[in-house]
């Protein structure tokens, strides 16, 4: 995901989806800056899985200053369970980041040649995580790796969004949402249009 990608792919969603262009010229400047920590991403996707972005984000800083910043699978094997309960992580979470390490110091899952890999091949290989649902990944892919084309259906923010702006009587279905993206012509641009979406639902839009 580069600046002239972006670009294209925000001229292309205002192109022709008039009520995203809206959205795109009254929201802030579309801002999801990849990184390299695949481990650490995936971790505090984990964590973050079910809560509100403050909450999460409190137990996130915990949990980093806990691990002295650095986190790493040794270093998530030999925490103990009670220690990181106290952090504000569930026992639920505990045992699947705990998971993630294992398969990772295994090498069960590599995050080696990604770049090579299609969308639908991380999802397939991190979802035999325990934890790790397709929306976990579709996060990673997103925020983590900078995929352009992912369409994350079952998000709730992306399904209130949606319901608000294209005036839906309930939340859509996911084959709503995806039909709803077809006929809008937001592929190959399906990330940057749920960026939009979810920054519809803190942004005072004026019609």
């Known amino acids: 995901m580069n600046n002239l990608e972006i670009l294209n792919g925000i001229n292309h969603l205002k192109r022709n989806d008039s009520s995203l262009r809206k959205v795109i010229n009254q929201s802030e400047k579309?801002?999801?800056i990849t990184n390299k920590k695949y481990f650490e991403s995936l971790v505090d996707s984990i964590i973050s899985q079910q809560l509100s972005i403050h909450a999460a984000d409190k137990i996130i800083k915990r949990f980093h200053s806990f691990m002295n910043y650095?986190?790493?699978a040794k270093k998530i094997l030999s925490s103990e369970t009670e220690e990181l309960r106290k952090l504000g992580i569930s026992y639920a979470k505990i045992k699947y980041i705990k998971d993630?390490?294992?398969k990772k110091s295994t090498k069960q899952i590599s995050f080696t040649n990604l770049d090579n890999q299609s969308d639908e091949e991380i999802i397939a290989h991190l979802v035999t995580v325990k934890g790790i649902v397709v929306w976990t990944a579709q996060m990673f892919l997103i925020f983590?790796?900078?995929r352009l084309n992912i369409l994350p259906t079952t998000?709730?923010?992306i399904r209130k969004a949606i319901s608000k702006l294209y005036k839906f009587d309930s939340l859509p279905t996911d084959s709503e949402i995806s039909n709803l993206?077809?006929?809008n012509k937001w592929a190959p641009y399906n990330s940057i249009a749920a960026w939009y979406l979810w920054k519809s639902l803190d942004t005072k839009l004026i019609f």
């Open 181 to 183: 993206s077809h006929k």
């Open 144 to 146: 983590t790796l900078g």
């Open 70 to 72: 650095s986190i790493t």
């Open 100 to 102: 993630l390490a294992h």
């Open 155 to 157: 998000d709730l923010g």
């Open 30 to 32: 579309f801002n999801i």
